[in-house]
């Protein structure tokens, strides 16, 4: 196994702890829960950098380096509706567009075609990776400040801009693989 299939693998193992110390009370489980966000995300990039750079890309990167992203991203989401940080139609819409996306590139792969991701995956994924970072910040700052109408208008706008960008990420995926949608 190659260096950045050891990465993804990484980063999935790490869920479990993120998600442990995401749903614990108290300023270090919140400290926690973000340094082990920001090392899973780290190696989200790194795994793909090192792929490219030495010429590993591999059909298991290829498949688990997305699903790993949407692990991640889509546990930190469903904890957050428990925390009540973002709301559930939120992330219901999150959800229904990441299974969408993964249907489609499983349908591509049977027709031995990979989809690869576009600038709006990639913008989303990075929308999405920056605003769980943000939460987790606010999280552990002084509950004061937290809770300000300023941090609270805030996080608001940041879940309207995820939901936009990921519905037109999906919009483009599912317009680039039309071709593959024959529905017979």
């Known amino acids: 196994m190659n260096t950045p299939n050891k990465l993804t693998l990484i980063r999935v193992i790490l869920i479990p702890f993120f998600v442990a110390f995401l749903m614990l009370e108290g300023t270090f489980s919140g400290i926690m829960a973000l340094l082990i ?8 990039w790194l795994d793909g950098y090192l792929a490219r750079k030495n010429n590993e890309v591999t059909t298991f990167g290829k498949l688990m380096d997305p ?14 509706i428990e925390l009540s940080y973002f ?5 219901i819409l ?7 996306i993964t249907g489609i590139r499983q349908l ?20 999405q990776m920056v605003t769980i970072i943000l939460f987790l910040l606010i999280r552990v700052l002084p509950t004061s400040f937290a809770y300000s109408a300023f ?21 483009d ?9 024959t529905f017979k």
């Open 37 to 44: 966000f920001v090392v899973a995300s780290a190696t989200d």
């Open 94 to 100: 999150i959800i229904s567009r990441e299974l969408i």
């Open 173 to 181: 995926y599912v317009a680039k693989s039309w071709d593959l949608l």
């Open 67 to 80: 699903l790993a992203d949407k692990i991640l991203t889509l546990s930190a989401f469903i904890c957050f």
């Open 151 to 171: 941090i609270l208008i805030f996080e608001e706008i940041l879940v309207y801009l995820n939901v936009i960008l990921t519905l037109v990420s999906g919009i």
């Open 108 to 127: 591509a792969l049977t027709n031995d075609k990979v989809i690869a991701a576009s600038w709006w995956g990639k913008s989303k994924t990075i929308l």
């Open 87 to 91: 709301p559930a139609w939120a992330v």
